[in-house]
């Protein structure tokens, strides 16, 4: 292990990645964030795909000025190098045997021409996990489909029962399905590294994108198996509670959710007339829905977003705010628990990303790497750590293999 790698959890743990856009590098991100040695396997000349893809920095369309590259790929070390020709391979397969986990999200067809299968990737390190990450999995009538995250959303189910309905189904925005997948990857993969603890062999972790979502469907098929009913979107209820609306500065969601009773939502909304008689009870307040989302309207247009969630929460009372990008960077809960972290690239400059969600106890987390520039480390990890010459390299490069 090279000496300036972040000591953590998994510090002496090996991980290749060859993934591209979200799942992959997310997955591997985790990895990195809590001290694997994660090494990032691109392409030469394009590299991942995500380089590609904005916004960039200064609106600047620079391969290494993609932010969604720049945040998922931080702790790692990178290489280029072209594993599907025969050099490439050659220190490809090199590598493997120094790795515990190999991480790719090509598709299944692709990754078996790359030599990306398990049954490839045992045959040179038998103890190696792999994981991979794809829409439908290894396996079935749509393993060899593609899928963009709002198909991925539309095909799990969950997209169905997201919304209103007497509106079509919603779809959560910023590629969650990617997301969600990515981290039961990085799970997935260590229950697999825990396993090898005791069986000394390796495994293939099979992820599948729809599969990870399906799985919040945790009311929906029950319902379904058990009733025979399908479970639809949820329903209008017209009041304005548990709805969102609008503040004096953006939106909030009231609720009757609590310990109190209705006088104290009331006397929080700040209107006499919410404590008429008639929206004392659930049953009033669905029969005079209308009237009462009004007034809810006209009282909230009295109030900020902050003080009112804040307001709520002194009554024993569960309110919510929609906050924006800007409110959770200003949000001083996040900032009192250390979540954003700075960061230092040398193309992009300095600027703060957010930093792990569960906490451990132990060293403070930092990121101590920016995301690499494309073939970054290509003399660090093949010469002074594989063992190959700069002559060797300048071959490499002229084959187009690095």
Same mark, same amino acid.
Not at 61 to 70: A, G
């Given at each position: 292990?090279?000496?300036?790698?972040?000591?953590?959890?998994?510090?002496?743990?090996?991980?290749?990645?060859?993934?591209?856009?979200?799942?992959? %590098?997310?997955?591997?991100?985790?990895?990195?964030?809590?001290?694997?040695?994660?090494?990032?396997?691109?392409?030469?000349?394009?590299?991942? %795909?995500?380089? *590609?893809?904005?916004?960039?920095?200064?609106? =600047? %369309?620079?391969?290494?000025?993609?932010?969604?590259?720049?945040?998922?790929?931080?702790?790692?070390?990178?290489?280029?190098?072209?594993?599907?020709?025969?050099?490439?391979?050659?220190?490809? &397969?090199?590598?493997?045997?120094?790795? =515990?986990?190999?991480?790719?999200?090509?598709?299944?067809?692709?990754?078996?021409?790359?030599?990306?299968?398990?049954?490839?990737?045992?045959?040179?390190?038998?103890?190696?996990?792999?994981?991979?990450?794809?829409?439908?999995?290894?396996?079935?009538?749509?393993?060899?489909?593609?899928?963009? =995250?709002?198909?991925?959303?539309?095909?799990?189910?969950?997209?169905? &029962?997201?919304?209103?309905?007497?509106?079509?189904?919603?779809?959560?925005?910023?590629?969650?399905?990617?997301?969600?997948?990515?981290?039961?990857?990085?799970?997935?993969?260590?229950?697999?590294?825990?396993?090898?603890?005791?069986?000394?062999?390796?495994?293939?972790?099979?992820?599948?994108?729809?599969?990870?979502?399906?799985?919040?469907?945790?009311?929906?098929?029950?319902?379904?198996?058990?009733?025979?009913?399908?479970?639809?979107?949820?329903?209008?209820?017209?009041?304005?509670?548990?709805?969102?609306?609008?503040?004096?500065?953006?939106?909030?969601?009231?609720?009757?959710?609590?310990?109190?009773?209705?006088?104290?939502?009331?006397?929080?909304?700040?209107?006499?007339?919410?404590?008429?008689? *008639?929206?004392?009870?659930?049953?009033?307040?669905?029969?005079?829905?209308?009237?009462?989302?009004?007034?809810?309207?006209?009282?909230?247009?009295?109030?900020?977003?902050?003080?009112?969630?804040?307001?709520?929460?002194?009554?024993?009372?569960?309110?919510?705010?929609?906050?924006?990008?800007?409110?959770?960077?200003?949000?001083? &809960?996040?900032?009192?628990?250390?979540?954003?972290?700075?960061?230092?690239?040398?193309?992009?400059?300095?600027?703060?990303?957010?930093?792990?969600?569960?906490?451990?106890?132990?060293?403070?987390?930092?990121?101590?790497?920016?995301?690499?520039?494309?073939?970054?480390?290509?003399?660090?990890?093949?010469?002074?750590?594989?063992?190959?010459?700069?002559?060797?390299?300048?071959?490499?490069?002229?084959?187009?293999?690095?």
């Amino acid at each position: 292990m090279p000496q300036n790698v972040q000591e953590g959890i998994l510090a002496g743990v090996r991980v290749l990645e060859l993934g591209r856009g979200v799942s992959g %590098p997310f997955c591997a991100k985790l990895l990195a964030d809590y001290g694997a040695d994660v090494i990032k396997i691109e392409p030469p000349s394009v590299g991942d %795909p995500a380089r *590609r893809s904005g916004p960039f920095v200064d609106d =600047d %369309p620079h391969q290494d000025k993609s932010i969604p590259f720049l945040y998922l790929n931080t702790n790692k070390r990178g290489i280029s190098l072209d594993v599907g020709c025969e050099s490439g391979r050659a220190a490809f &397969h090199k590598l493997l045997q120094t790795a =515990d986990i190999v991480i790719e999200n090509y598709p299944p067809s692709e990754a078996q021409a790359l030599g990306l299968d398990f049954q490839t990737l045992a045959g040179v390190n038998s103890a190696v996990i792999h994981t991979s990450i794809t829409p439908f999995g290894q396996s079935g009538p749509y393993r060899d489909f593609e899928a963009t =995250d709002i198909v991925a959303c539309a095909v799990s189910g969950l997209m169905y &029962h997201s919304g209103d309905s007497d509106r079509e189904p919603l779809r959560n925005a910023l590629d969650q399905s990617f997301y969600v997948a990515g981290a039961n990857a990085a799970a997935a993969t260590l229950a697999a590294l825990f396993q090898r603890f005791t069986t000394e062999r390796g495994q293939h972790v099979d992820v599948s994108v729809v599969e990870c979502m399906a799985s919040h469907l945790v009311q929906a098929v029950p319902y379904y198996s058990y009733m025979g009913a399908i479970k639809g979107r949820r329903a209008v209820r017209g009041s304005g509670l548990e709805e969102i609306l609008p503040a004096r500065d953006g939106y909030v969601v009231p609720s009757v959710q609590g310990s109190q009773p209705w006088s104290v939502v009331a006397d929080l909304i700040g209107l006499e007339a919410m404590n008429d008689e *008639r929206f004392a009870s659930g049953a009033g307040r669905i029969e005079h829905g209308e009237e009462l989302k009004q007034l809810l309207i006209e009282g909230l247009a009295e109030w900020d977003r902050k003080p009112l969630f804040q307001a709520s929460g002194e009554r024993r009372l569960v309110f919510g705010m929609a906050q924006d990008a800007g409110d959770l960077f200003d949000c001083p &809960h996040l900032r009192e628990r250390g979540f954003f972290v700075e960061v230092e690239h040398p193309v992009a400059g300095r600027a703060e990303y957010p930093g792990l969600g569960p906490m451990i106890s132990g060293p403070e987390f930092e990121i101590l790497r920016p995301a690499p520039l494309l073939g970054q480390h290509n003399r660090e990890i093949l010469c002074e750590e594989l063992g190959y010459s700069a002559t060797d390299l300048v071959n490499l490069r002229a084959l187009a293999a690095i």
